[in-house]
T-cell receptor
Framework: NAGVTQTPKFQVLKTGQSMTLQCAQD?????MSWYRQDPGMGLRLIHY???????DQGEVPNGYNVSRSTTEDFPLRLLSAAPSQTSVYFC????????????FGQGTRLTVV | EDKVVQSPLSLVVHEGDTVTLNCSYE??????LLWYKQEKKAPTFLFML????IEKKSGRLSSILDKKELFSILNITATQTGDSAIYLC?????????FGSGTKLNVKP
């Protein structure tokens, strides 16, 4: 059972570089989302999607783009990395109405220097 | 502004103790409240609550929601060292999740 798969697990970027964090789920969930987790701040929603072709912004969307061309995949793009984007990123997918009982990937630890 | 506040921020207990973790919220369009346990990596789902006064129970863990007073509690009885983790509360506001900052529980032998 793969569940929610995130890649890479670790990444170091230089300021100004771009990259894509990958997220794939094999549970046929309609709802997928991206969070960042910073010390003492819990999880904050970056972007979410309620189905293929539909995305929307969460609490902290600036500096990030998403797309949802298939049900399975929901990549997160950092266009021009900044040190403030140093964080642990989690992708989640959900079954039921609006992503309830969300299942999380194992996280990506990103450092921007 | 939607927000979720958890208390206490951290807690140290000994094995066998009972603990109560608190979660209060202010969100529009409330749909559900969820509890998660986070050890070293990804949060894992514990409970989802949608109705007031109905206790959800799983082994030594239980949780209840009060939609009038806008809070939930998570109880853990007869704590074990394996319960050491960060416990996260999240509220689903229509189609967005809002998380609290978590309660870090440390259970000592």
């Amino acid at each position: 059972n793969a569940g929610v798969t995130q890649t890479p697990k670790f990444q170091v970027l230089k300021t100004g570089q771009s990259m894509t964090l990958q997220c794939a789920q094999d549970m046929n969930h309609e709802y997928m989302s991206w969070y960042r987790q910073d010390p003492g701040m819990g999880l904050r929603l970056i972007h979410y999607s309620v189905g293929a072709g539909i995305t929307d912004q969460g609490e902290v969307p600036n500096g990030y783009n998403v797309s949802r061309s298939t049900t399975e995949d929901f990549p997160l793009r950092l266009l021009s990395a900044a040190p403030s984007q140093t964080s642990v990123y989690f992708c989640a997918s959900g079954k039921g109405a609006m992503g309830t009982e969300a299942f999380f990937g194992q996280g990506t630890r990103l450092t921007v220097v | 502004e939607d927000k979720v506040v958890q208390s206490p921020l951290s807690l140290v207990v000994h094995e066998g103790d009972t603990v109560t973790l608190n979660c209060s919220y202010e969100v529009t369009n409330f749909r559900s409240l969820l509890w998660y346990k986070q050890e070293k990596k990804a949060p894992t789902f514990l409970f989802m609550l949608t109705s007031s006064g109905i206790e959800k129970k799983s082994g030594r863990l239980s949780s209840i929601l009060d939609k009038k007073e806008l809070f939930s509690i998570l109880n853990i009885t007869a704590t074990q060292t394996g319960d050491s983790a960060i416990y996260l509360c999240a509220v689903l506001n229509f189609n967005k999740f809002y998380f609290g900052s978590g309660t870090k529980l440390n259970v000592k032998p």
